[in-house]
């Protein structure tokens, strides 16, 4: 019986790579740029700056500049506002991220799945300690000013979220996240 020959993991997996991909590329984009006059434009056009701000925090190649941005605007605004409104930006985000992932790399998802390591690390690991890790996991990164696409993707492969649940958990974690930012950057502008 002749060997069945392994295709290599970047071909396997083209989908991912080029996520991945658009990381790298983003970074090295962005890592230098001034962006003052999208500041001033952001502070003139109000609360839709900050929805907008809102969008681009939870996607990996504009969650640092909108991070920056939204620290930078937050005083020309009702911070209680502004952080509501950019949660609702950051929640249209995630929905497109959460729909887009659970329908176009599921197949990716489940294949990565039955890879050799990442069956040996489940091996090791109790099925309530790995949900638990998993929910954890998502909850740190979709709070946090990280690129949401692991969280997102994190319970978007998981068939027990629902697109309701993911909206609540993803408009409260991501409101938080901005808050924080808005807060402290009011706190140490003082």
């Known amino acids: 019986m002749p060997k069945k020959q392994k295709s290599n993991f ?24 001034d962006f003052l006059f999208l500041q001033e434009a952001l502070i003139a056009t109000g609360y839709l700056g900050s929805f907008l701000l809102g969008i681009f925090f939870v996607y990996g190649f504009t969650a640092g500049p909108a991070t920056a941005l939204l620290l930078l605007t937050s005083g020309e605004q009702n911070i209680i506002i502004a952080g509501l409104v950019a949660g609702c930006g950051a929640l249209l985000g995630d929905l497109v991220i959460f729909r887009f992932i659970r329908h176009y790399f599921t197949d990716e998802i489940e294949s990565l799945g039955k890879e050799k390591i990442i069956n040996s690390i489940g091996r090791f690991l109790p099925k309530i300690v790995k949900k638990y890790l998993t929910l ?14 692991i969280g997102v993707t994190l319970l978007a492969s998981s068939p027990i979220i629902s697109t309701k649940y ?16 808005l807060f402290a950057s009011t706190y140490l502008s003082k």
Do not use: H, Q, W
Not at 139 to 144: C, E, G, R, T
Not at 170 to 181: H, K, M, Q, R, W
């Open 166 to 181: 993911f909206s609540i958990l993803s408009y409260i974690l991501n409101t938080l996240g901005i808050f924080t930012i």
């Open 10 to 33: 970047l071909f396997r997996y083209p989908k991912l790579l080029f996520l991945l991909a658009t990381f790298v590329l983003a970074y090295i984009i962005f890592a230098e740029k």
């Open 136 to 149: 954890t996991s998502a909850v740190i990164i979709i709070a946090s000013p990280l690129p949401d696409e």
